[in-house]
């Protein structure tokens, strides 16, 4: 287990003070260390290496979806509780592994901002190993979505302070929706019921596209109508170099799930696309949503084109602007991604 963490000694010193010095302050003045995605778990050593703490191990070091190469969803780190100091308390997203027989069962707290900003501080309360074991395995996904909801509500903001205001422009005249994404997408083209915006860079290269069509069939929010409707939508408008050439998606490849997107229902579908043709391809991530006020469904995606570099951060990059989409009619003001701990399991965070 260990081989696959990063020690603390030397990683910590060097991430401190790596954030940026203009950035968003915490309670305490500071801005929070380490980079996207990275994690500090705060457990005792002797749990850590016994089931209650593999389970937690296993559920952080979790593939992304969707991607085509293996890819973890988070870089870990650990310490325990009598090492955890001022410096490690700015990380910027911490897991605490609180075991007391003072508890009676099993729940999640957070914190935002606790000791520097931005920050995210769960813990997780067990009466006993057994059941923090179990309550982990039970709320793998919470967890991942927690602190990936969190990364991407990062995004949002930056994306708030500045992103692209010719596509939001265009995207408002054309579809009357609002949308962010960022600045560095230059290059556009629009077609019938549709707009691209991308970086047209040679690798890196991230995409995001817009279309609408009519509300007419009950069978709309499946899978398989999803995967129809974006074959032909992409046919039409994102060919390839050559005569013959366009994309297509791999629908063997392609997942879905519901998914609450400002408040409304929506479809996420995530998975690879190809150029029918060519050899290029690369992952996606879509979202369907329902315009009650026009009767019709806008669908945001995001996909990206590197071949020869990870692709995690770039796809979470733009994956967060799916989430600033509002539709007319939405009644929630802001882009905030809800973390999925209720309010029931949230409490103020010891300082």
């Known amino acids: 287990m260990r081989k696959h963490l990063f ?49 937690l191990f296993d559920v952080l070091d979790t593939d992304v979806p969707g991607l085509p190469q293996s890819e ?24 605490i592994a609180d075991v007391q027989d003072i508890y009676t069962q099993p729940k999640f707290k957070y914190a935002r901002d606790v000791y520097a900003a931005p920050q995210t501080i769960l813990t997780i309360q067990a009466p006993d190993e057994a059941s923090f074991e179990k309550f982990v395995s039970e709320n793998k996904q919470t967890i991942i979505d927690f602190f990936t909801r969190a990364e991407m509500n990062r995004q949002i903001s930056q994306l708030e302070k500045k992103h692209n205001d010719y596509v939001s422009t265009k995207v408002k005249s054309m579809f009357d929706c609002d949308v962010w994404v960022p600045a560095e997408l230059a290059s556009t083209k629009q077609g019938e019921n549709f707009f691209w915006a991308g970086t047209n860079a040679a690798t890196g290269d991230q995409n995001f596209v817009i279309y609408s069509f009519p509300y007419t069939d009950k069978n709309t929010f499946t899978k398989e109508y999803f995967v129809q409707m974006r074959d032909s939508v992409m046919k039409a408008n994102i060919p390839g170099s050559k005569e013959g050439v366009y994309m297509m998606t791999d629908s063997l490849m392609t997942d879905v799930r ?37 009767q019709r469904i ?16 770039l796809m979470r990059q733009m994956e967060a602007s ?10 929630q003001t802001g882009a905030e991604i809800p973390l999925g701990v209720t309010k029931e399991q949230a409490a103020d965070q010891e300082k």
């Open 7 to 55: 020690f603390l000694s030397l990683a910590l010193v060097a991430i401190a003070f790596s954030a940026c010095s203009g950035g968003k302050k915490g309670v305490f003045g500071a801005t929070s260390s380490g980079r996207a995605y990275e994690i500090l778990v705060v457990v005792d050593p002797a749990m850590w290496e016994r089931p209650a703490g593999r389970a």
């Open 72 to 95: 973890r969803s988070f870089r870990m780190m650990y310490t325990s509780p009598s090492n955890y100091d001022a410096t490690l308390k700015l990380i910027r997203n911490i897991i």
């Open 258 to 294: 519901p998914l609450t997107v400002q408040g409304e229902y929506a479809l996420e579908a995530r998975g690879l696309w190809r150029m029918k043709g060519d050899f290029m391809g690369g992952p996606y991530v879509s979202h369907m949503r329902l315009d009650p006020v026009n």
């Open 298 to 313: 806008i669908v945001v995606e995001a996909f990206i084109y590197s071949p020869d570099k990870l692709k995690r951060n």
């Open 322 to 331: 799916l989430y600033t989409l509002r539709v007319p009619g939405d009644k």
